[in-house]
C-alpha cells in the first residue's frame, strides 16, 4: 500500500471521535422536509453542510435556494492532470421520526448504544454524507487528493425530490462530472459490501373502467349489466400467465436477458427465498418460473396492482352494483424497457381484452427507466477494489429492485453512471423508529471512500 | 257487477276530492326515519294513521312502540261466515328529501302539478297505505265487507326495518292471516298494472385476501410476493365463465327451472333491451346466455361485486404492494337455493382456487332466501280480476330482482304468501327529488283494493 494511503487510513482512525461528535452534531438538527413548520432546521442542516465544506477548504461552495429546500454545493478541486470528476450526491433531510413514543431515545438527541449510533438521519443519509466527506479530509489532511471531487447534497429526498431535476439542468457545468457517487443504497451485512449497479425503472398507471351511468341497486339490474369491478378484476387477471410473466404483449420484447456470469454474481447475494419470506411474512414466495427470487425481484420487471377501489367499502352490507371501478397499476422495468412503451403495451392489452359492455380511461402517472451500470466500468472497479482492500474480499453486486430517480437524471441530463452503495445495514431502521448507523460499518465506509478517490487517481 | 260493488266504487269516485285531501296532509309530515331529529313527525305520522283507523270504526287500533319507531295495527273484521284475513302491510315512514334544491316545491309541502301530486313519500308508500284505507272506507260505508282486514304499518322501512322481524314473532297471534297484500312494489307503466309474485333472495359475502405481514415497497419486492390485490381479482375474474354463469360449484342445482308458461307471461313484460340500456346508460348489455334481460334480472340467479379495496387509492403514485385486499360480494338468490348453502359453494370455490400463497378470510354478512308466490293462488287470482276489472286488461305477472325482507318474514314467521303490487310508476322519482303519484293510477288503485277486498269474499 502506497504511504499516502497508509497515512490517510491513519488520519481517519485517529480521527474517529472527532468525526464522530460531528456526526452528533449533525444528526441533532431535524431537518423533516415534509413539515414546513422544520423549515429552519431544514436551513440549519443546509448552512451546517455548507460550514463543514468551507472548514475542510472545499471551493465554489454555495447554499442554492430553490422553490422548496435549497441544494449545496461545493467542490474541491485537484491539480493533478488529466484527473478524473466524481460527483458526490447525498441529501441531509431526514423521514419524519413518528411514532416517537416507539423510540428509545429522542429521534433528534443522537445516543450510542453499543455499537450503533441512534438517530433519525444517522443511516438515511446524514452519515453516509459525512463519511465521504471524513474521505476527503483524511486524504487532502496527509496527501493530495488525485481526482477532482464535486458535492451535491440536496434537501428534498425523503419527499421525491420535486426540485432537483430543474436544479440539475439549470447547473450542468457545475455539475460536470466523469462518474457519480450515490451512498444512499446501502450493503447487505456487515460483512458483505455491496455495490448497486442497477435499479428497475417504474411505470405506473391508474385505469378507470365505467359501466353504467350511476350506482344502480344490485338487485334491480344485477344480472344484465356487467359490473364495472368484475370486469376490472377479470382485466387484471389476464396480465399474468400462470407461468408469473406478464402478458402484455411486447412487454419482454426489450428486457435484457440475463447471462450466465451475471446470473452466478446474482447468486452470490442472500437474499434468496428464506430471506423474503422472513422480511415479508408472506405464506409463500411467488414469481416468474425460471428465475432466482433475487433475479426476481432486481433483474426481472414486474406489473404490480397498488391500489383497487370501487363500490361501498364500509362496513355491513351495501347492494350496490358500483358505476365505475379503479385499479393503480405499476410496472418495474428493466433495461432496455420504455415506461412510455409500457404505456403503449397496457392500450393495446386494454383494447384486445376490454369488453364491449364497458369504458375505460387509462392515465400514465409516472414513467422511469431502469438504469444500469457497466460492472466493468472504473468507477465501479474502483469502488471493487476499495471495498476489497478494507474487507479482504470482493463486494457483492446488487440489482436493486425499486428505483433512484436521481440515478436517472444524472444519467439523462449529465450523461453519467452511477456507483450506488452505502453504509446503512438491512435492520438500521430506515424510516422506521430508532433509526441508526453501525459505526464499525461507518468506519469501514470512510476507509472505503479513501481508497475509492484514491483509486480513481490512477 | 254487484250492486254492493257499484256502490262502492262510486262512493271512492265521489269522495276523491277528500282523498285528494287526506293524502296532502299526510304527506305533509316529515316522518324521516333516519334522522332522529325527526322522531317528533314519527310519532306524528304513526298518530295520524291510528286516528284514521278510528275514524273508519277499525278495532283493535293500537300504535305499538318498537326499540325504533312504533308500529301501528288495526284490524276491520267481518261477520261474514268462513272469510279469509288479508293482512296489508305497509309503511309511514319515508326516505330524506336531499338535496333539497332539486326540488321544485317543497318535499313536504305537497302540490299537485297536472295529474301529479308532488310531496315525498307521495308514492313511497304513504299513498298506497291510504289507497288501502280508502277503498276499505268505501266498501264499508256502502255495503259488508266479506274479508278480515288487518292493517301493519311500519315506520323503518327505509331503514332496513331493524325491529319488524321482532314484533312479526312477538304478536303471532295478532297477525294471523290466510294472505298479505304487501302494495310497495308498483306497476311498469300507467296502463301496466303489475304484480310482482316473486322477488330475489340475498346472499352477502365480505371476502379478504391477506399476503405479507405489513405493506410492502412494491420495487423491493414486487417480484416475490403474490400481490393480494392481484389475487383477489384471479378469484373474482374465475366466478363467471364465458357464458355469464357464476362458476361456483352446486350454485344452479337448487335453482327452479323456467317453464315456457312462465317465461311467455315473462316476455310480455316492456323490461327489454331498450328498456334497461335506457334506464342504466351501460355501453352494452351483458348476462347469462340463454335468457331474457327480465329473466336475467328476476329469474335467475347472479354474483355482483359490491365493494372492493386494497392499498393506494388517493390521488397521483404510492408504490406499495399491499398487505390485503377486501370485496363485498352478493349473490342474489331464486327459488329454492338456499344462502346457506351458497356460502358454502363460495368457500369450496376458495378452497379449490385460492393459491397457497396467500391466506383469506370469507364472512357471510346477509342470508335471505328468494320467495316466490304461486300466481294461481286466491289472493293471487284476486287481484288479477280486480286489476283486469279498473284496466281491461290482465295485468304483468314481474318477477323482481330485489329482495323485500317483510315478504320472507311474512313467509318464514306467519307462514303466508305475500301478494305484491302498488300503484307507484318507474318515473316516480322513489328515494330521489320531486317525488310524486300520478293520482289517475292512485284513483285506479283505490277501484282495485275495492275489487280485490270482495273478489276475497268469494
Given at each position: ?249 411486447g412487454f419482454y420484447a426489450r428486457v435484457r ?77 428493466v433495461p432496455d424497457q420504455d415506461?412510455?412503451e ?117
Amino acid at each position: 500500500m502506497s504511504e499516502s494511503r497508509t497515512s490517510a487510513l491513519k488520519y481517519a482512525q485517529d480521527h474517529r471521535e472527532r468525526f464522530l461528535e460531528e456526526f452528533k452534531d449533525f444528526v441533532s438538527i431535524a431537518s423533516i422536509s415534509t413539515d414546513p413548520k422544520n423549515k429552519p432546521e431544514i436551513g440549519k442542516a443546509a448552512e451546517w453542510i455548507a460550514d463543514k465544506m468551507h472548514g475542510l477548504g472545499l471551493t465554489n461552495v454555495k447554499v442554492f435556494p430553490t422553490q422548496g429546500h435549497p441544494v449545496v454545493f461545493g467542490e474541491f478541486l485537484t491539480t493533478a492532470p488529466n484527473s478524473n470528476t466524481v460527483l458526490v450526491y447525498g441529501h441531509y433531510d431526514v423521514q419524519p421520526p413518528e411514532p416517537l413514543e416507539l423510540w428509545q431515545s429522542g429521534p433528534f438527541t443522537p445516543e450510542q448504544r453499543g455499537e450503533n449510533m441512534y438517530a433519525r438521519g444517522a443511516a438515511d443519509m446524514k452519515g453516509q454524507v459525512l463519511a465521504s466527506l471524513n474521505a476527503l479530509e483524511a486524504v487532502i489532511r496527509t496527501g493530495k487528493l488525485p481526482v477532482n471531487l464535486k458535492f451535491l447534497i440536496e434537501g428534498e429526498e425523503e419527499i421525491g425530490s420535486p426540485n432537483l431535476e430543474k436544479f440539475i439542468i439549470e447547473h450542468q457545468d457545475l455539475l460536470a462530472c466523469d462518474v457519480a457517487l450515490n451512498p444512499d443504497t446501502g450493503m447487505l451485512a456487515p460483512d458483505l459490501p455491496t455495490i448497486t449497479y442497477a435499479l428497475r425503472g417504474l411505470a405506473y398507471f391508474e385505469l378507470c373502467v365505467y359501466g353504467p351511468k350511476q350506482d344502480l341497486h344490485s338487485g334491480q339490474y344485477g344480472g344484465v349489466i356487467l359490473n364495472p369491478a368484475q370486469a376490472l378484476c377479470e382485466l387484471i387477471a389476464g396480465m399474468h400467465d400462470a407461468h408469473g410473466r406478464v402478458t402484455l404483449p411486447g412487454f419482454y420484447a426489450r428486457v435484457r436477458p440475463l447471462d450466465a456470469e451475471e446470473r452466478a454474481e446474482l447468486a452470490r447475494l442472500p437474499t434468496d427465498e428464506s430471506f423474503y419470506l422472513e422480511q415479508t411474512g408472506s405464506p409463500a414466495l411467488w414469481g416468474e418460473t425460471g428465475y432466482s427470487p433475487t433475479e426476481q425481484v432486481g433483474a426481472r420487471p414486474t406489473l404490480e396492482v397498488n391500489g383497487l377501489y370501487s363500490g361501498f367499502t364500509g362496513e355491513g352490507a351495501k347492494t350496490v352494483l358500483p358505476a365505475w371501478a379503479m385499479v393503480k397499476i405499476s410496472t418495474r422495468l428493466v433495461p432496455d424497457q420504455d415506461p412510455d412503451e409500457v404505456y403503449i403495451q397496457l392500450s393495446n392489452y386494454l383494447k384486445t381484452n376490454a369488453p364491449k359492455t364497458i369504458r375505460y380511461e387509462l392515465t400514465q402517472i409516472v414513467g422511469s427507466r431502469a438504469s444500469i451500470s457497466d460492472r466493468t466500468s472504473r468507477g465501479v472497479r474502483a469502488l471493487e477494489d476499495a471495498m476489497e482492500s478494507v474487507w479482504g474480499e470482493r463486494p457483492l453486486f446488487r440489482r436493486e429492485g425499486g428505483s433512484v430517480p436521481v440515478v436517472n437524471s444524472f444519467k439523462n441530463i449529465l450523461g453519467v453512471e452511477s456507483v450506488n452503495t452505502g453504509f446503512s445495514l438491512p435492520d438500521d431502521n430506515l424510516h422506521a423508529p430508532n433509526e441508526k448507523q453501525h459505526l464499525p460499518t461507518w468506519y469501514r465506509g470512510i476507509d472505503t471512500f479513501i481508497h475509492f478517490y484514491l483509486n480513481l487517481g490512477g
